[in-house]
């Protein structure tokens, strides 16, 4: 038993911490003891807190004694190095917040908190959460779990790997174009990605503003409710948060899901779509099917135009974003003779070329003449791609579709590339641009051994309904339960 406490979701941990069956201390000192023994092999996390958990843990100890815990006290969790955490170093995967110690919490984290979570520490991403595959990591890229010659994903790869690796019961991640959804499918477990204004932004270091939301990954659909529960809600620091009430997530597993109607856009499953997550994902929809769904071809006839308005639209506000690292308020500087060449010497020397490529094209995308040719137009088709979502929720409930178009590729098999690399991200990045909640589950395995993850979209909050139907999905197959041999 204690051997594998480790390996515990959060749903199957909860019960034996509340019947003090085990203690917080010692799940926590377990799987401290794996990230060091196993980690090496990964690299999935940049800052482990040992100091810090071990005390988060004797509280949670505590406080289950006292009688006062929640579901997710004494939780072990790690934390995408995106999320700022008061005291605790907060990089982005980058060098130029190498030495970031923020002063405060996310809100996210803060409510983690006071319900009780440990925070094992903070895991590896793109740099600024910018990739697919978590190689612009400046301090090195993680691997796959189910084979480490492979990529994660990304950008939160290092929240996937370490859920996939048993090194935390689960994470959070950030998505602004499927940086949640796909690290979760490349690693075969589940990620949430929740409406727009679901979560608190507050404390989530930003990228692209108008598409960034946090989300869990986790080794269940049950976690992932659980999560939402904690982290949804409104958040008067955060005004783009909705104040909306949050359901009880978990209140609908478990419900059948017949008379449910899933959408099949036709869009997602053209040339380029691999054959074998094409087999995965129709097999999945012959699942859905067989417990009661009702499957119904759509059409989202804009989605050919969705990497094309991404990649302006979150490369623009990336160099507004990013324009706040300048050497002088946050993290590293390096000198120069004057003032302006200082700016340029800090942000040359210490973003990452991929960083500095989305600079220089958000930057020529907002500039006086450029801004209705590129950010004006691309605007506008976001509103058709969004409109095509309205018109195909009026005919199903929810969208079944890939998550990527193949399973992980080979570390470095992209990188040369980035074109190819943005193409990757063509089933993920639409429900940002349209603000839904989706959600990656688990569907199959490649005949290399590799995961691959169906995606189940919904209406703008709609997670209620996501997270019922990916259960009921979890419940009837058996690829989650599959671990990587390492
Ligand atoms: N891969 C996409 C990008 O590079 C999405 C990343 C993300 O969701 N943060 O921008």
New binding site residues.
């Given amino acids: 038993m204690t051997d594998a406490l480790y390996s515990l979701s959060i749903s199957e941990l909860a019960p034996l911490l509340a019947r003090r069956e085990v203690s917080p201390v010692e799940v926590t000192e377990r799987i401290l003891d794996r990230i060091q023994e196993m980690d090496g092999q990964l690299n999935s996390y940049l800052t482990v807190d040992v100091e810090g958990a071990k005390a988060q843990a004797k509280d949670a100890e505590a406080r289950l004694g006292r009688g006062e815990a929640t579901a997710l006290t004494g939780i072990p969790l790690a934390l995408k190095d995106v999320l700022t955490t008061k005291g605790l170093r907060t990089t982005c995967g980058s060098k130029i917040l190498d030495n970031f110690v923020p002063l405060f919490d996310a809100t996210v984290c803060a409510k983690l908190r006071e319900a009780g979570a440990v925070f094992l520490g903070k895991v590896n991403m ?1 740099e600024f ?4 595959s978590t190689e612009n990591s400046a301090y090195g890229p993680t691997h796959n779990p189910w084979n480490r010659d492979y990529i994660p994903g ?3 790869g290092g929240s996937a790997a370490a859920v996939a690796a048993d090194l935390c019961a689960a994470s959070l991640g ?7 959804r ?1 690290p979760a499918s490349h690693c075969g477990v589940v990620g949430l990605k929740p409406t727009y204004g679901r979560v608190s932004r507050y404390g989530l270091v930003a ?2 503003s108008s ?2 939301q946090i989300g869990p990954l986790t080794k269940e659909v049950r976690d992932a409710a659980l999560l939402l529960n904690c982290i949804a809600g409104h958040d008067p620091k955060d005004s783009t948060s909705v104040d909306a009430a949050v359901p009880d997530y978990l209140e609908g597993l478990g419900r059948e899901i017949k008379g449910l109607k899933i959408g099949v856009p036709r869009e997602y499953f053209g040339p380029g779509l691999d054959p074998e997550v094409a087999g995965a994902v129709q097999a999945a929809l012959k699942t859905l099917e067989g417990l009661g769904a009702e499957l119904l071809e759509v059409s989202l006839p804009n989605t050919e135009y969705g990497v094309a308005v ?2 302006v639209v ?1 490369v623009a506000e990336a160099s507004s974003n990013l324009a706040r690292y300048d050497g002088v308020k946050y993290g590293v500087r390096q000198e120069g003779r004057n003032l302006l060449e200082m700016y340029a010497a800090t942000r040359t020397r210490w973003f990452g070329p991929e960083v500095r490529r989305r600079i220089m094209l958000g930057t020529y995308a907002l500039s006086a003449g450029y801004y209705d040719a590129y950010y004006r137009k691309a605007s506008q088709v976001r509103a058709l791609i969004r409109g095509d979502f309205d018109r195909a929720f009026t005919q199903c409930d929810l969208l079944a579709t890939p998550v990527s178009p193949t399973p992980a590729f080979r570390l470095g098999e992209k990188m040369a590339d980035p074109l190819t ?2 193409l ?2 063509i089933f ?2 639409s429900a ?1 641009l349209a603000g839904i909640p989706g959600i990656s589950v688990p569907c199959g395995f490649s005949a290399g051994g590799l995961p691959i993850g169906l995606q189940l979209m919904g209406p703008p909050f709609g997670e209620a309904a996501l997270l019922q139907a990916a259960y009921a999905f979890e419940e009837a197959t058996e690829f989650h339960r599959r671990k990587p041999g390492l």
């Fill in positions: 793109d959460a910018m990739g697919s990304g950008s939160s950030s998505d602004t174009g499927g940086s949640i796909q990228y692209a598409l960034d991404y990649y979150a690399m943005y990757s991200d993920t990045i940002n």
